[in-house]
């Protein structure tokens, strides 16, 4: 089949299968990791290193995306990403020992890092200019619905045939993922004339302990109290060090891995900060919500990821038709700005929650939200490389794909930080009613003596009761500074320039 004839809703499907599995891949062993410790005996700690590898490698490989396609030939990188991502599925299945599981991990995530922002560019080439909008609102579905659906997905799979066959589960997906790219997809002309360039090997170099560093500092320092531990500050001065390094490199050397003058653009450069800290509150609402379900609430995972639901849903809707208003020319700036203001307004209701809330409750803001986000991704991806040259589009969008994976990262952390200590502020302040001078105590003591006759059973029901109340507190607190974060970031929207010419994103990585 020549790739005159080939549908491009042929060619979209084959791109989203891959992006979609790996998306869903970087959330789906969390609900799963109580049962991957009880299988291969290993302590909460060393279990979460199943996560923390694969966040590692694939952030490290995300930014470079474009110049390895660039080298190796598109189709052939990406076919290659697939296989690899594949094999190493069944390898982590199949591992018979925790050390194993961790390195065929972080195997994976390196093959995986590949397929979001090589699928991005394909998917947009096979689109004419007056339809990119779709395109892009088809690639964002999978984006912000995989992450919502992994842990759903990775729950049902546990729960009725055990944790190895959340990787298993991939084999049939990336080997058809393969025969569909091997039959659909091809390489435009400018990948197929470009010339390889030598090596920035100092700059690959600095890059992975740069990201690396980062990424083990994020995913380790709430449960390690932040800069009290040494590990911690250990790897934030070599992260800090790794990326002065990396940035001088990258603009002296003559052929960068990452070039980072495209800096240099406003709008690329305020979109990129946009989508940092706009994800950062996404992804922080995203873990709050089925915490609090679960551990206040008494939701199972499959009923959270039915709250969850709903979002992904509004989500699907949203997204098309984002890309038809696009499309028509509509000015992706005021649907971003209106993206904050919903998304500002979700979060703050929730921030209301209580431990009397019903199930519609928990459910219309989080639909509201998922509403929001697909006025969120595709505008900005618009404003953000609208004055981007073509030549620049590869390296642009890995930079930019980095950034959103890297926002989520911080969010998640920086929330569970606030989370955590937020409901130690609380528990501290509750405690100081519970005095015998305090007529609400002692009703409270009167009332479960009924039920209890010893006096420290019908204290320890207090106790419990206040740890839940402090934690509530500690959630609505949270969610608070999520929604004050969107209501922050509207003003940064004034600050993009208008466009002056049609986004061409024919050569988006």
Not at 387 to 416: H, K, L, P, Q
Not at 422 to 431: E, K, Y
Request: glycine residues 8%.
């Amino acid at each position: 089949m020549s790739e005159e004839n080939t549908n491009k809703w042929i060619i979209a499907a084959s791109v989203i299968l891959p992006t979609l599995m790996e998306i869903v891949d970087t959330t789906i062993v969390n609900v799963s990791l109580p049962h991957i410790r009880g299988g291969l005996s290993v302590s909460i700690d060393e279990s979460t290193w199943v996560l923390t590898s694969y966040m590692v490698s694939n952030a490290i490989i995300i930014p470079i995306t474009g110049w390895l396609s660039i080298r190796f030939g598109r189709k052939r990188y990406l076919i290659f990403s697939i296989l690899a991502f594949t094999f190493f599925s069944f390898v982590c299945g199949y591992a018979p020992s925790f050390l194993l599981l961790v390195v065929a991990r972080f195997m994976q995530g390196m093959a995986g890092g590949a397929l979001q922002p090589i699928s991005q560019a394909i998917l947009l080439e096979s689109f004419p200019k007056e339809q990119r909008g779709m395109a892009m609102a088809v690639f964002g579905m999978g984006v912000v619905v995989g992450p919502i659906l992994g842990p759903v997905l990775g729950g049902w799979i546990t729960d009725n045939w055990g944790w190895r066959w959340i990787f298993f589960i991939n084999i049939p997906i990336g080997l058809l993922s393969v025969f569909l790219i091997n039959i659909f997809v091809f390489d435009p002309s400018y990948i197929k004339k470009a010339k390889s360039e030598r090596i920035d090997y100092i700059g690959l170099g600095l890059l992975a302990v740069a990201v690396g560093s980062l990424q083990i500092l994020l995913d380790n320092a709430q449960r390690k109290d932040w800069f009290e531990s040494r590990f911690i500050t250990t790897l934030a001065i070599i992260s800090f060090i790794g990326f002065v390094l990396f940035i001088y490199n990258e603009i002296k050397v003559k052929h960068p891995v990452v070039n980072l003058k495209i800096f240099k653009d406003k709008n690329f450069s305020i979109g990129n900060i946009v989508m940092f800290l706009g994800f950062f509150g996404f992804f922080g609402t995203i873990v709050l919500l089925p915490l609090y379900l679960q551990n206040l609430m008494g939701y199972t995972a499959f009923l959270a990821g039915l709250v969850l639901g709903p979002g992904a849903v509004t989500t699907l809707i949203g997204m098309p038709v984002t890309g038809r208003l696009l499309g028509k020319g509509f000015d992706p700036r005021k649907l971003l700005f209106l993206s904050l203001v919903i998304n500002a307004i979700a979060v703050d209701i929730m921030a209301h929650f209580n431990l009397q809330a019903d199930f519609i409750s928990v459910i219309l803001p989080r639909a509201l939200q998922g509403f929001a986000i697909s006025l969120f991704f595709v505008p900005l991806a618009a404003v953000t490389f609208a004055n981007v040259e073509n030549e620049d589009m590869g390296n642009a969008s890995g930079i930019f794909n980095f950034i959103r994976n890297i926002g989520g990262s911080f969010g998640t952390s920086i929330v569970m930080t606030i989370l955590t200590r937020r409901a130690q502020f609380h528990q501290s302040r509750l405690v100081e009613n519970l005095t015998p001078l305090n007529d609400a105590f002692n009703q409270a003591l009167q009332i479960l003596s009924l039920n209890f006759h010893s006096v420290m059973q019908q204290y320890g029901a207090i106790y419990r009761e206040l740890l839940r109340q402090s934690m509530m507190l500690a959630f609505n607190d949270s969610f608070y500074f999520c929604a004050a974060l969107f209501v922050l970031l509207m003003p940064s929207v004034f600050l993009i320039g208008k466009t002056h010419k049609r986004v061409d994103m024919t050569k988006l990585h």
